[in-house]
């Protein structure tokens, strides 16, 4: 094995997805504690605390205590190099999770004991299930009361389409809580209110009862003992092959914010999570382990570090090794460009780094040069890795500076936040800007953004308009911007764009218009 499929092997890259306070966030930080990235974690939940989360920089989120942007943070653990991805649970921040979920190798699901399947983790979920990506599922809140952990077995496989197979079980739950039964290595963990990691391995199954008879109540100990025959005897085999193809999901049980079964998670994920898989692009399948340096730009962040006024493209590398002053060429341009100054995320700093191989995320210093999708290569006969995912705007207001002596700062700001792909621009043909977005906690974001990273303060203007449609043929955009009752309008690139108010005012065109071909996004064009 040379260096690079050695690198390679150690990679794990995974993005965390739940719905809003299933613990996600939460469950980042005890994992980056594990590693040794942060000694203490933050206080996520509380507005007053002096700490917040580590992975949440952005000052809006600090306040709120939610996350709305995509952090990406490397540790070591264990000779594993590990990639975490925490992203959005906020539904009006998907379009952010969904690029994201294009950069990792697998997905860890945090399910709230108590609430089961939401309807974010649905939507999420679909996108990994399309796209194969194996799935890890953490229910968390384990030392509250929450639902009977065989009615969440059933739920994931009703709702969400995937066979459950529980690594360890619960004994017991909320106040009755004592720790969890792993089933593979046939061992409790206990659950103590030091926080102390507990172990006790077992010679054989039947011990299991004999050790709980005085630990926990006789209800207590009939459910678990009747629950763990009910899955050996009918719930779904162990079976690996399934869970690399994303049709089997193992599950686990803990409590992120006691840090109770997190250990655990970890150890058994990295065994059981591929590392970084083969890609699809336009050149056919490419291996990780293929010389050839190349990557992808999944996100784009202005402002990172706002006394440095900086922007970070993250690039995803997918095969070769990665060197700091390397020339690469953009597929989209052709272009030769040095990436002089890569850094990789470690928690709540970043570090210059030389090298990074298969399944890193690093981030490249951007003048503007980057747009969210672009493949890199090593070769000057580049390929890219596809169009990432773009949803069509829902909401739309025209947007101005109070103050008309900011307007560079206004359209400096406008145009480096649309680059990110939060939000969408607009032009009126009388240069009145437009926003569109997919949920409307983006335009709160974009106007706090606005005076507090560009000291712009904004009039924001709601329109009643839900549906943006790209123009394919420029012609037929000059003729409906003749007709005045069509609000046709050209995004950041130049490119025609047509808002109606609703489905109804969008059917009622087409049936008028039949000839005027017009696209949900523009991709193509």
Not at 68 to 74: F, K, L
Not at 208 to 213: A, D, G, M, V, Y
Not at 294 to 322: C, E, T, W, Y
Not at 354 to 371: E, K, R, W
Request: aromatic share 10%; proline share 4%.
């Amino acid at each position: 094995m040379n260096k690079l499929q050695q690198e390679i092997s150690r990679r794990r890259t995974f993005a965390i997805i739940s719905h809003p306070d299933a613990g996600k966030t939460t469950l980042t930080e005890k994992l980056l504690v594990l590693g040794g990235a942060i000694r203490t974690a933050g206080a996520v939940k509380s507005r007053k605390a002096e700490k917040f989360a580590t992975s949440d920089w952005m000052e809006l989120e600090k306040k709120r205590g939610i996350s709305v942007t995509s952090s990406v943070m490397q540790f070591e653990y264990d000779d594993y190099k590990i990639n975490i991805l925490d992203t959005p649970g906020h539904q009006d921040f998907s379009e952010d999770t969904y690029r994201t979920l294009m950069a990792v190798d697998s997905v860890v699901m945090i399910i709230d004991a108590a609430k089961g399947v939401e309807p974010q983790t649905i939507k999420l979920f679909k996108v990994c299930r399309d796209r194969g990506i194996p799935i890890f599922t953490f229910i968390n809140k384990l030392d509250r009361d929450g639902r009977d952990p065989l009615e969440l077995f059933e739920e994931i496989e009703k709702v969400l389409g995937i066979e459950s197979y529980p690594i360890n079980y619960p004994i017991g739950m909320g106040r009755s809580f004592r720790g969890v039964y792993d089933r593979q290595e046939h061992k409790i963990e206990w659950y103590n209110e030091k926080r102390e990691r507990q172990v006790q391995k077992l010679d054989e199954v039947d011990e299991l009862s004999t050790i709980l008879k005085g630990q926990v109540d006789d209800y207590t100990l009939s459910q678990l003992e009747e629950n763990l025959m009910l899955l050996d005897e009918a719930g779904s085999t162990y079976d690996f092959e399934r869970i690399k193809a994303g049709k089997q999901t193992p599950v686990f049980f803990g409590s992120a914010i006691s840090s109770f079964g997190v250990p655990t998670f970890l150890e058994h994920y990295l065994k059981m999570a591929p590392g970084p898989q083969p890609r699809r692009s336009s050149a056919g399948i490419v291996q990780p382990d293929d010389p050839r340096f190349s990557g992808f730009v999944f996100k784009i962040q202005a402002n990172m570090n706002p006394s440095h006024r900086d922007r970070i493209a993250f690039l995803r590398i997918v095969s070769g090794k990665f060197e700091r002053g390397m020339n690469v060429y953009l597929d989209r341009t052709g272009k030769q460009l040095k990436l002089a100054q890569p850094q990789q995320f470690f928690a709540d700093s970043r570090e210059l780094i030389d090298d990074a191989y298969p399944g890193d995320i690093v981030g490249l210093y951007d003048t503007g040069f980057y747009q969210i999708g672009d493949a890199v290569c090593s070769e000057k006969e580049t390929f890219n890795f596809g169009a990432l995912p773009q949803f069509s705007p829902e909401h739309f207001a025209k947007v101005r500076a109070k103050d008309a002596m900011k307007q560079k700062h206004f359209l400096k700001g406008v145009s480096q936040l649309a680059q990110e792909g939060a939000i969408q621009v607009y032009k009126t043909p009388y240069e009145e800007t437009i926003l569109g977005v997919v949920g409307t906690l983006q335009f709160d974001v974009f106007v706090y953004r606005m005076e507090a990273e560009y000291g712009v303060k904004l009039d924001i203007e709601r329109m009643p308009h839900q549906v943006a449609k790209w123009i394919v043929s420029r012609d037929d955009a000059e003729a409906l911007r003749r007709n005045s009752n069509n609000l046709v309008v050209t995004d950041y690139k130049d490119r025609p764009v047509i808002i109606f108010e609703n489905d109804f005012s969008l059917r009622w065109f087409q049936q008028k218009h039949p000839e005027i071909e017009l696209r949900d996004s523009s991709h193509n064009l």
